[in-house]
């Protein structure tokens, strides 16, 4: 089954390879706004949508030119036109050798991973007011280990409403079928990886009066874990299942107009477990305030920075509730017209997902450079480093992950790619260190 996925997948791209002249990749004179950064995400942006709550609770993934593409000057032009919408299907085809498939620190077992995601966007056209849907669908094949297939969807959409020149409601939902990653601080170590659902939703209401910005959003989030399979019987995982309701208020003005700008923001999160470990309540509320600068697109450097205060507590007086600073950073710099640099940083609070554990800190950095070394031809390299200290336990560990990874424009809407990543976690308990090598070769197709 596999040969012949990609053989289509590779025929396709002969077929189309010269139909169409490559697209250059050269950025324009300036960078316009990119994708959310990770700080976004932290600070509540509404271009963070639906990722992760926290930052850099994972590395970032391989072949990522994600910001590169996004600060490109001109329109994604991809897909075909329905009436007001611009479809866009897009194919993906992955094959990966992964030195270490269940992240164990001895006696690692390799395997062969073919990943398999199809997905469709669909974005509206229309002058005013703004609407989105994306599917999409991710199947991974592991040749020796079958145990550990799986398939993953997702299905979201987004609006806006303009309201007026300077007032906009917006809004959306999102539904996720995943699974926990092997090597990841919420593997249960199952003989199977641990099915996960996730459902999203949010509105926010936007009102600018002059150089002044205000935004009010309200987030609700529910995380759903299934059981798995263990030598030592059933794991139950319902004891991770959770929901969390996160309103936030920011402000922001700006100082220099279309340049820079200062903002202050408080956010609260409650997170509600459904059931109690060993009686044990790990309920918990969130508060985070936060000052900080934003340099927008225009010139070789943009993004922003901020810092301020969390405060975690818990219902149960057997978990440790604490105070820490919250700082975060993501800076993108243009030296030349090919190159793009970009740094981040952050800490965060993650909820607990084991037992006897009230969560965990997590302080993060990466750094990642995206060069065109031709027109056709984009380069990526990537470090990124994750400290974790685990609340009310001596638990603590380390993560980093080297990346370099390479992208071919066959067509205009057809790329290759290849990435070599290596990553490593020490830990000072049992059975967690680990060290895993992914090697990857991606086939890419869109309308």
Request: charged content about 20%; proline content about 5%; glycine content about 8%.
């Amino acid at each position: 089954m596999r040969p012949a996925l990609i053989a289509v997948l590779i025929a396709v791209l002969i077929a189309g390879g010269g139909a169409q002249e490559a697209r250059a990749q050269s950025a324009a004179l300036h960078p316009v706004s990119g994708p959310a950064s990770s700080v976004d995400v932290v600070l509540g942006d509404a271009s963070g949508r639906f990722a992760a709550p926290g930052y850099f609770r994972q590395a970032p993934p391989p072949l990522d030119f994600a910001y590169y593409a996004g600060r490109e000057g001109r329109p994604d032009d991809s897909g075909i036109t329905v009436d007001d919408f611009r479809v866009a299907p897009r194919l993906t085809v992955d094959e990966t050798f992964n030195s270490n498939v269940f992240a164990k620190s001895s006696h690692p077992k390799s395997d062969a991973v073919t990943v398999i995601n199809p997905s469709v966007a669909v974005s509206s056209l229309w002058g005013a007011h703004a609407a989105t849907f994306s599917a999409a669908l991710r199947e991974g094949l592991f040749a020796r280990f079958s145990g550990e297939d799986y398939t993953d969807g997702q299905v979201g959409s987004e609006g806006r409403y303009d309201i007026d020149r300077d007032s906009a409601l917006g809004g959306g939902a999102a539904f996720q079928h995943s699974h926990v990653p092997r090597g990841s601080p919420d593997d249960a170590r199952g003989n199977a990886p641990t099915p996960v659902d996730i459902a999203q939703t949010r509105v926010d209401y936007l009102r600018r009066l002059g150089d002044a910005e205000a935004e009010i959003e309200l987030r609700y989030e529910d995380f759903a874990y299934s059981n798995v399979a263990a030598a030592t019987g059933p794991i139950d995982n319902s004891i991770l299942d959770r929901a969390a309701f996160a309103p936030r208020l920011r402000l922001a003005y700006g100082v220099v107009p279309e340049a820079l700008r200062v903002f202050a923001q408080v956010r609260y999160r409650s997170t509600a477990y459904r059931r109690l470990v060993l009686g044990l309540d790990r309920d918990s509320q969130n508060y985070q305030e936060v000052l900080g600068a934003q340099v927008t697109p225009g010139g070789p450097l943009s993004g922003e920075i901020f810092v301020g205060v969390m405060q975690q507590h818990y219902a149960s007086p057997q978990l440790a509730s604490f105070t820490t600073p919250a700082f975060g950073a993501s800076l993108a710099w243009t030296p030349t017209l090919l190159t793009t640099v970009r740094a981040e940083a952050g800490r965060s609070v993650e909820d607990a997902t084991l037992n006897g554990f009230s969560g965990y800190r997590q302080t993060a950095v990466t750094m990642a450079l995206d060069h065109e070394l031709l027109r056709s031809v984009l380069l990526h390299a990537s470090v990124f480093r994750a400290d974790r200290d685990y609340i009310g336990q001596t638990r603590h560990e380390t993560f980093t992950q080297a990346g370099f990874g390479v992208r071919y424009a066959i067509g205009d809407a057809l790329a290759a790619g290849f990435s070599l990543t290596y990553s490593q976690r020490e830990a000072n308990f049992s059975d967690a260190s680990f060290d895993q090598i992914l090697a990857l070769f991606r086939l890419s197709a869109r309308l």
